[in-house]
Structure formats: C-alpha cells, structure tokens
C-alpha cells in the first residue's frame, strides 16, 4: 500500500511515521513542513500526482488556537484551503484520504459526548478553518475519513499541554488551571494506532466521519494534577507544591473554547472492535516514554 503522510512533523505525524515505517507492506512518503507546503496548492497537487499515493494521512494542521485569531488566513490557508486541494488530489489519483479533524468545531453547550452528526458551531478561528477544512474534504473526495479527536499531547513534536505543566512543575510552586473545560486528554499515540488499524478497513463500508479520543473525561484542571502525581511517581525534581482550580474567567484567552467537548467514540470502537485506554493510562505511558521506566 502506497501511503503519502503529510504533516510528518507534527505530535501525531511523528507516531505515524514511526509505527508506518515499520511496516513492509507499506510504501511510505513521509512530508513535513520543509518538503510540502501546505501554503502551496499546486505543491499539493504535484506530490499526489507524482506519488500516486492509494492513501493519503492529513497529520498536518495550524493548531496554535489563539494564535490563529491572529491569523486567519494563515489558518484558513492550512486548515481549509490545504485538506481541500489534498482532496481534490486524492479523487484525481483514486486514493482515500484520512484527515484529522478537532472537538473545536464544536460550541461545548451539550452535556452530553457529541455524535459524530452533532451539529457543528466552532467558537474561534481556529475551529472555524477546522471545520471548513472538513467540509472541504466531504465537498471533494468521497473516498475521506475524518477523524475527530481532542485535546492531543505526546511525548514528540513541539509543545503541548502535557509538556508545558511538567516544565512549570519544576520551576514554580503554584499553578491555576481552569476546571470548567471538560473534554478528554489523547495521546497522539493512541491516535495514530487507530489511523494504522483502519487502514486496512478503508472502502465505502467505511467512509465517513468518526470521533477518535482515549476513553474517560477530565478538565484541564484535571488533567493538570494528575500529570503532576505521575510525575512525582517517576521522581521528577518537582517545586510545585499546590495546583489552584480556576474558571475559564479568570484566565481570559484571545480564542473562546467550548466548555464542554467530550466526543463520544462509539461508532470508531465498533469499526475497529477495541475501546481506547483510559487517558491516565495513556499519560503514564507517554510520561515513562519522556522520561524512561516507570519505577516497579
Ligand atoms: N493539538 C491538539 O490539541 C489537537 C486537538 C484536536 C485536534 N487536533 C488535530 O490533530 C491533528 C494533529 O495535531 P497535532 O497536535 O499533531 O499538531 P502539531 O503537533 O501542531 O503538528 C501539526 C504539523 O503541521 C505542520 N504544518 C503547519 N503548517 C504547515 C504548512 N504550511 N505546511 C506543511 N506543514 C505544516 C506543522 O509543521 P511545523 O512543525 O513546521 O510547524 C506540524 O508539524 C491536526 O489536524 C489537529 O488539528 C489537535
């Protein structure tokens, strides 16, 4: 199986490339930003047309949330115009395309996990150009998977959210985390496990839109203090001493957020027959891989 994966640099692209590389039935072309462009259709056009990829894995985004209320056209020209000329690529070639897609293009007044056919009313710029891009590739090639998923962290790529509490873990003692965001830490891992065993499942049983997140919920807050007792499990040098709940108030952002996005994942699990670990689970995975063995 030929594969062209894009965004090979990212949080989820990395996994990808790494657990795709391993694989000898497959063909990989692994981009990243310095070998595709995606501020550049024809570049687009010309990779997929010179590859012929039969599968295309959109790993690559502008994900930076209010940044992106900064930049809307930059955000627009990755996150929408980009997955649109991918697509439109993808039918001239025959290929699928699988592209990645986020719980912000969600407004999070539910209180319930949202389906897959959920209505759609993202709050920033961000989630907007998210959601174009969506539309773009349901617009452009019938052969697509869009695939959900939410609050991402991993132990590669630049930054996330993860990374940054055990790096002010062990320089300050005190942090204020918001606790009225609720939604459900994924390991860009366990993301790109699920994109690898739906591989094989891709055809017109299967196109569509999923929700893909590790399983249970948690708020920011929460997500915050149990970074912070893994790490002291593993032994980190930690100065904090008190995590401090906070309201989405009192932490103004340029970029609104939904309060609420918990994606329910019931129709991946019935394709692929498993449940995602619980997202603790996955931490203290991520956290042994950042930081070496868990202790015994
Ligand atoms: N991060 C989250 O919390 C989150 C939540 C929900 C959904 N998602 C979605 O999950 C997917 C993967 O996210 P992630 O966390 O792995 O993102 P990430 O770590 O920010 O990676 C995105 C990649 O896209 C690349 N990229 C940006 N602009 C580009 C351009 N003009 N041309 C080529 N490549 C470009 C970046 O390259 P550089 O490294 O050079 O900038 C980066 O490697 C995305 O679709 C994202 O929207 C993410």
């Not at 590859?51 to 930049?71: G, L, M, S, W």
């Not at 997140?213 to 032994?235: C, H, K, R």
């Not at 995590?243 to 692929?272: F, N, Q």
């Amino acid at each position: 199986m030929k594969i062209l994966l894009i965004g090979a640099g990212g949080q989820v692209g990395q996994e990808l490339e790494q657990l795709l590389a391993h694989d000898r039935v497959i063909e990989l072309l692994a981009c990243d930003r310095t070998s595709l462009d995606l501020t550049q259709p024809q570049a687009i056009a010309d990779q997929v047309a010179a590859f012929r990829p039969q599968v295309i894995v959109n790993a690559a985004a502008y994900t930076a949330v209010d940044k992106a209320e900064a930049e809307p056209d930059l955000a627009q020209a990755i996150n929408a115009l980009a997955p649109g000329a991918l697509a439109q690529a993808a039918t001239q070639v025959g290929a699928s395309l699988v592209h990645i897609s986020t719980d912000y293009v969600f407004d999070g007044i539910q209180s319930v996990p949202y389906q897959e056919d959920s209505p759609c009313n993202p709050l920033g710029v961000y989630g907007d150009t998210k959601r174009a891009g969506e539309v773009a590739v349901m617009a452009a090639c019938d052969r697509h998977i869009i695939l959900r998923t939410a609050w991402v962290y991993g132990a590669k790529g630049k930054g996330n959210f993860a990374k940054t509490i055990l790096r002010l873990a062990q320089e300050r003692d005190r942090l204020r985390v918001v606790y009225d965001q609720i939604g459900t830490p994924t390991w860009a891992y366990d993301i790109a496990r699920a994109i690898v065993a739906l591989l094989p499942q891709l055809g017109p049983e299967t196109y569509g839109t999923y929700h893909f997140t590790n399983s249970g919920v948690a708020s920011w807050y929460d997500f915050a203090v149990a970074i912070v007792e893994e790490a002291q499990v593993l032994g980190l040098p930690l100065t904090l001493e008190e995590v401090e709940p906070i309201t989405t108030a009192d932490y103004p952002t340029p970029a609104r957020r939904p309060a609420y996005s918990v994606l329910s994942g019931e129709k991946i699990a019935g394709m692929l027959g498993t449940t995602p670990p619980h997202w603790r689970q996955s931490l203290r995975q991520m956290l042994s891989e950042l930081y070496g063995s868990m202790p015994s």
